[in-house]
């Protein structure tokens, strides 16, 4: 069973920021949290990770609370593209990779 | 450069019959490979995982196996689909087991009738 919990559905302005809430009260001292996405039809895409610290790339950012108990997906501006599936994991690092996916949050971008 | 790929791209059997699907991986060696189902509607189911020839673990009892005859080749099976074989079969690769980032393919999408 999937250890994260997510909204089921969201809706955003293009050119807003998109902020996906993650929640994962049970997470473990070692294990990390990822960000994938899945845009209809399409395998997924990795998005970011981040341990306790948070990230950023060229994607997205990462926000991890202080108590690593939820974290914030943020897309700064989000555009129509963006409308996808977006599945929040955790996982121990050298754990084979085998990532176990839940539902996830679909965010819509509208214009 | 490194790319994954998966076919057919999508399939329509009828109860009973075998199933192929086959992935294949360019441009690395020796990778951790993935199989991974999506029912309608639902999240990501995982499979069976290999971390080389040979090597398969199921995370899942139920009517598919897998095979690995080659460093970058990961075939799905069965031998006589159901009904609830239906769905959206995903391989997918990790470039660096440590980091848990995945890359998919394109994906196969299986209707059973």
């Known amino acids: 069973d999937a250890k994260t919990t997510q909204p089921p559905s969201m809706d955003c302005a293009e050119g807003r920021a998109a902020n996906l809430p993650c929640n994962h009260s049970t997470i473990s001292g070692n294990e990390y949290v990822y960000w994938y996405r899945q845009i209809h039809s399409q395998g997924p895409q990795y998005i970011i990770h981040?341990?306790?610290n948070n990230e950023t790339n060229e994607m997205a950012s990462l926000i991890i609370t202080e108590d690593r108990k939820s974290s914030t997906l943020i897309l700064p501006h989000a555009t129509l593209r963006d409308t996808a599936v977006y599945y929040c994991i955790v996982r121990v690092l050298g754990s084979q990779g085998n990532l176990i996916f839940g539902k996830g949050t679909k965010l819509s971008v509208k214009p | 450069s490194q790319t994954i790929h998966q076919w057919p791209a999508t399939l329509v059997q009828p109860v009973g019959s075998p199933l192929s699907l086959e992935c294949t991986v360019e441009g690395t060696s020796n990778p951790n490979l993935y199989w991974y189902r999506q029912a309608a509607g639902r999240g990501l189911q995982l499979l069976f995982y290999?971390?080389?020839?040979?090597?398969i673990s199921s995370e899942v009892p139920q009517n598919l196996s897998a095979s690995r005859p080659q460093d970058r080749q990961f075939i799905l099976s069965s031998k006589k689909l159901l009904l609830s074989d239906s769905g959206f079969y995903l391989c997918?690769?990790?470039?660096?087991?440590?980091?848990?980032?995945?890359?998919f393919g394109e994906g196969s999408r299986l209707t059973v009738l």
């Open positions: 981040g341990l306790k």
């Open positions: 290999s971390v080389g020839i040979g090597q």
């Open positions: 997918a690769w990790a470039r660096d087991p440590n980091t848990g980032e995945l890359f």
